[in-house]
């Protein structure tokens, strides 16, 4: 179907001109209303970087948060005009709450916060006797609350990180695959490329995994997806499963885990876990994972991957390397009998990632470890 609009002449032409030109005119820009400040230590009244300020409506968030850098400076637009509170998060150390502070339309406010230094001690944290839960929400100040408490403030600050903070990031990412045990390389390619938002990998919104599962299968291919910061935060992701406090791994004494698993009943793959933290300073280290509901497949435990975590020198935080490994299948033919029958079995190990070899921004200068310096 075609359109059309004929313009006439005299009067009515000039009528259609003023219109148009009313409609090209730019609109007026709203007024926001803004609140700006200052972390400090309430101590040192030094700036706090890595501190993660929501503004709240009430005890309610309103979804408008800011991760202060290493001057300690946030800005926070609200929604509407009115009355809000500011909740302040730090990794390792208990959070605050200040105001009320009273935004007007189209007004900037300043409201600097002082913030005390209450760490939190994973150090002396009891894992025996710690309950499976599957409602976090059932553990109010336990250990299993506590724990999720802090691997939510690094994930929302990777989050926060990939989408706000404008950094510039050097990428290898690499395709190896490996023989049908999983341990000698077969081939092995590296690409590096540059990005703006971070090293997430690519996956699929937390409904559709909670939905179809983790693994994809269709008539020629067998889709792995793995897990990001906005999967792990999402409600679809709680409520499909349970958490339970575990002890370090072998020979890392350091760490505690919070794992998970899916809830029972589950019939689509889905993943299980452990989310491992520092004792020392409850940081994120690593996320290691599994895919669940692969019995009947031939290498189903083959099929894992990882996440590392690192907090850059502002507070900002980033996932480091990420890898997805799993099995491809083929089927051997065999005569039995005088008849033709397939087995499947593990023909090959493929395993994809990405890692950072440099990160940059204007109070940001990392680079991997191997390539001549760190941190």
Known sequence: MQFTVRFGRGAVARRWLVALCALLLPAPPLLAQVVVGTVRDRETRQPVQGAMVRLMAGTAPTGVLYLTGTD????????????YTLAVERIGFASTTAGPVDLERGKTRRFDLDVATSPIRLEGLQVRGAKRRCNLEDDPGGETQLLWSEVRKALDAEQ???????LAFELEQRTVILDASGRRVLDE??????????????????????????????KNATAYYGPDASV?????????????????????????????????GRRVPDIQGVLWLERATARLERLEFEYSGLRLRPGHEQARGALHFTELSDGRWMVRDWNIRAPFLRVDHTFVGGQMRGRTVVGEVREQGSRVLSAKGPDVDWRAPDRGGGG
């Not at 690409?191 to 269709?218: D, I, Q």
């Not at 679809?236 to 890392?252: I, K, N, Q, Y």
Request: glycine share 12%; charged share 20%.
């Open 160 to 166: 926060w990180t990939e989408r706000k903070a404008g």
């Open 72 to 83: 300690g400076h946030f800005n926070l637009e609200a929604p509407a005009a009115g009355r």
């Open 232 to 264: 792990l935060l999402s409600d679809a992701f709680l409520a499909t499963h349970c958490f339970s406090v575990v002890e370090g791994p072998r020979g890392e004494p350091g760490l505690i885990g919070l794992a998970f698993e899916p809830v029972s």
């Open 189 to 218: 390619q590296r690409r590096t490329t540059t990005a703006f938002g971070g090293n997430s990998m690519r996956t699929l919104s937390p409904a559709e995994l909670a939905e179809k599962g983790y693994v994809h299968e269709t």
